[in-house]
């Protein structure tokens, strides 16, 4: 789990959910350059266990992980009553996919490589 601060202690944090290290990392730092607080994690099982914060912004999950896929980790989610907003980012999506997706509540289905603005846009809604 890695976790980058603004500082500001009741600012909302987003979290990201991607098996990928790299994507991780890359969204973590565009996130904080125009100071949004994140946490990480490798999968949804690791996001599951964690302890988070009490003050979600919205949760950025890959579709394809090994375990829970982004879609099992937002139906296990909403059955725990966890309603924090989801966008969706993946290298792997189709449309039927991203219409499940918005079905079940996401508010954004981005496919990779995504532009930086736009993704910034889907996560402050």
Do not use: W, Y
């Not at 994507?23 to 125009?34: G, H, T």
């Amino acid at each position: 789990m890695g976790v980058a601060t603004s500082g500001i202690a009741d600012s909302p944090i987003t979290i990201l959910v991607d098996d990928d290290a790299t994507v991780r990392d890359a969204l973590e730092e565009l996130l904080n350059s125009v100071g949004i607080d994140t946490m990480s994690f490798s999968s949804g099982q690791e996001l599951l266990d964690a302890k988070l914060p009490d003050r979600p912004g919205c949760l950025v999950l890959d579709v394809r992980m090994p375990g829970l896929s982004g879609l099992d980790l937002q139906h296990v989610l909403a059955t725990k009553g966890i309603l924090t907003p989801i966008v969706f980012l993946t290298g792997h999506g189709d449309i039927a996919m991203g219409v499940q997706a918005m079905k079940a509540g996401a508010v954004d289905f981005l496919t990779k490589p995504v532009r930086d603005q736009t993704f910034l846009d889907a996560v402050s809604t």
